[in-house]
């Protein structure tokens, strides 16, 4: 093995195998590892340097002599050979002579070091199992790599992020998670951990990682290099910061983005969309934005609003404009073989190919998905939505399948622009949303928003509003969406939103349904973009009806705010209300998601890292510093025990009862109460204004 200092990188040698430290924005490094002649020189989502960082390393010789030796022969075994230390701000990197790897915080702290159980003389985990922190294994017949990457458990250690699974825990301790995407399932492999320190597992690639007790491994199946970044903090907030510098923060949010959002699946014409908007508008009601959802297309791929269904889109966006209302219009990546666009983007290269079979979606058509790795293809894209939708006054694109969701999720048949799909597949999420951001900013376009139902590492600086798919109407749904949004704030995406009443299996007419949209929907007011959608059963109201030979989709159940019984309608007109006061201070959190990375809602111990027991709780969180929201999460429940973290003086927003921090209370929580609490004295008019006595109530 040889160890070598080139312009401020160390490299280790050893064989084929290199592996290179580079210094990566404050207090980070960036780890990566290739057994070809040449290191691949894809960024992925280390895309921004940050702070212009410079390494200093420094090298010691140390006594490698096996104990056994130092006896009477100890000066002939006698060794001594060379440690390496990289320097990086608080971040220290040891390099022992054996080659494994360890990291240190600036007090001296491991923070977490590679899983090295091999032959050696100096490591207290010497062994004879022959078990390497790394290895690159060649795939037969092919020039690429099975990928392992190994380092140490800590049972002390507690993992937050990896972005959005449909699990209860919030700390992934002990999971076992996949490396890619599924409908309501978003890997973005970053994390958060209780230690000190973050981590980015800088690889699109399928795989797997389980954070086990005896050890964590990742896994690519296949790739052509290993890349990993790491950094430290004293604070979770230090980390997410130096983290989002290196691949970009959000933008900051629109306007509109912090009011209320009307959807459902869905409108079917624009005279039953244009009714809802002018109702609510009639009732005095708050609406900021209204989706345009799927099927408003002749075919898929046409990326074009039905003539006979939509007669006029100009005229209905300046109509909504006129009530302050954004339109937000749905856009798929699939492309029927009927569509006017097929031929052209088949002749292209712009669809993605497959290496055996078809994969060819027969949900209403027969359509493929466009390659968003693609440039030309995102460009393609885009201009079309700039012709159809933009230049109607379209400035908003709900970009859906964007995972994207296949028939089969069979990752070894499919191959992108990029390359195969079990090397790539998970950076396209991030190529579609940045496809629509390029083009908008391109057109002067300054406040961008494209809500996703995807992300990776990355995606959030390409104006990425992440929702977490279609999932399932339950109470237990609902408290798996918690953990989700939580998580995927912690992995380094600020913006995110869940379908409120979840998206399938709801009946409007169902009272446990109608208690659950309720709950749901005062948890949608204090999350990060509240948003009503839902497809709400039984929903196919007519006949399939086929329009030159293509099918249409019906028009759901009704899904306002008025359509869940009238004793329903005051609780939720109120949440709007409320959330429209809460606009100030949501606009201030925003603004500090952009400028320092800082995720919207995020765990108490976000806020609170010197609590060890706001480490463990799961069921409640801050938006923002100065509000605790404790959601009720149980069907039938009339009031919530909420820890409140220590630090802090609390106040109940509904009884305004104040609470010494550090402890754990009951308060009361009827069907039109979410308990919240604000910290240190700070009042916000939620359930008490002058203005609103009753917390807003329609017209």
Same mark, same amino acid.
């Given at each position: ?376 293809? @995102?460009? +393609?894209? %885009? ?9 109607? !006054?379209? /400035?908003?694109? =709900? ?119 309720? @709950?749901? +929907?005062? %948890? ?9 959608? !839902?497809? /709400?059963?039984? =929903? ?160």
């Amino acid at each position: 093995m040889q160890i070598e200092q080139m312009n401020g990188r160390l490299v280790i040698r050893s064989g084929v195998s290199q592996v290179w430290l580079d210094a990566w924005g404050t207090d980070g490094v960036r780890v990566r590892m290739t057994n070809e002649a040449e290191m691949d020189p894809r960024d992925w989502a280390l895309t921004e340097k940050g702070t212009e960082s410079h390494a200093v390393i420094t090298c010691r010789e140390v006594d490698t002599t096996d104990p056994w030796y130092k006896g009477p022969e100890y000066v002939q075994y006698h060794r001594l050979e060379k440690e390496y230390t990289f320097v990086n701000g608080k971040l220290s990197v040891v390099v022992h002579p054996e080659g494994w790897l360890s990291f240190y915080n600036q007090r001296g702290e491991l923070l977490t070091a590679e899983y090295w159980r091999n032959r050696n003389r100096i490591n207290r985990y010497s062994s004879s199992l022959r078990i390497r922190g790394r290895e690159l294994k060649a795939i037969p017949g092919t020039d690429d790599w099975a990928l392992t990457a190994r380092f140490e458990a800590y049972d002390d250690e507690m993992i937050f992020g990896m972005g959005q699974y449909q699990d209860r825990q919030l700390n992934k301790k002990g999971a076992v998670l996949e490396l890619c995407h599924r409908n309501s399932q978003a890997s973005v492999p970053f994390f958060v951990s209780s230690r000190g320190y973050g981590f980015l597992w800088n690889n699109p690639a399928i795989g797997t990682c389980t954070f086990g007790t005896n050890r964590t491994e990742w896994t690519a199946r296949s790739t052509k290099k290993m890349d990993y970044y790491l950094t430290c903090g004293d604070t979770p907030a230090d980390i997410e910061r130096n983290y989002s510098a290196v691949t970009g923060r959000v933008p900051m949010m629109p306007e509109y983005g912090l009011g209320y959002w009307q959807c459902k699946l869905r409108y079917r014409t624009q005279d039953e969309l244009l009714r809802v908007a002018r109702r609510h508008k009639a009732m005095g009601l708050p609406l900021d934005a209204i989706v345009v959802d799927f099927f408003h297309w002749t075919r898929q791929g046409d990326f074009k609003f039905e003539p006979l269904d939509w007669p006029d889109p100009e005229g209905m966006v300046k109509e909504l404009k006129a009530m302050g209302v954004e339109t937000v219009v749905s856009v798929w990546p699939t492309v029927d073989e009927r569509s006017e666009n097929y031929g052209e983007m088949a002749d292209r290269g712009y669809l993605i190919r497959t290496d055996r079979g078809n994969d060819v979606s027969t949900w209403m058509g027969a359509a493929v998905i466009f390659d968003a790795t693609h440039p030309g293809a @995102r460009r +393609f894209v %885009w201009e079309k939505c700039r012709e159809n939708y933009y230049r109607k !006054g379209i /400035r908003c694109f =709900w970009l859906d399948e964007a995972e994207p969701e296949y028939a089969d999720y069979e990752f070894d048949n499919y191959r992108y622009y990029a390359g195969p799909a079990l090397q790539t597949s998970n950076l396209y999420p991030v190529c579609y949303a940045r496809g629509f951001y390029e083009g908008l900013r391109e057109e002067g376009e300054k406040e961008i928003l494209s809500l996703t139902r995807c992300a990776w590492a990355g995606s959030q600086k390409y104006a990425v509003l992440a929702w977490s798919g279609d999932v399932y109407s339950s109470f237990r749904v609902m408290r798996e969406q918690l953990q989700a949004g939580l998580s995927m704030g912690m992995a380094g995406i600020p913006w995110w939103t869940s379908d409120i009443g979840g998206f399938m299996g709801g009946d409007s007419s169902d009272p446990a349904f109608r208690e659950l949209l309720v @709950r749901w +929907f005062a %948890w949608g007011c204090f999350s990060p973009v509240f948003r009503m959608h !839902g497809e /709400r059963s039984p =929903w196919f109201e007519r006949e399939q009806e086929y329009r030159n030979g293509v099918r249409q989709l019906t028009s759901g159940q009704d899904n306002e705010v008025w359509s869940f019984g009238e004793e329903n309608t005051p609780i939720l007109c109120r949440y709007l209300f409320i959330r429209e006061r809460l606009r100030p201070y949501l606009r201030r959190v925003m603004a500090e998601a952009h400028t320092s990375g800082a995720p919207v809602m995020r765990p108490l111990f976000f806020d609170f890292p010197g609590d060890i027991d706001a480490w463990h709780v799961e069921d409640a969180y801050m938006l923002g510093p100065d509000l605790l929201v404790a959601p009720v999460m149980e069907a039938g429940a009339t009031e919530r025990r909420v820890y409140l973290p220590s630090g802090a003086i609390w106040t109940d927003a509904y009884t305004l009862e104040t609470y010494e921090g550090g402890r754990t209370v009951t308060v009361p929580a009827p069907l039109d109460i979410i308990p919240v609490f604000f910290r240190d004295g700070k009042e916000y008019p939620i359930y008490h204004t002058e203005n609103h006595p009753k917390g807003g109530q329609p017209s």
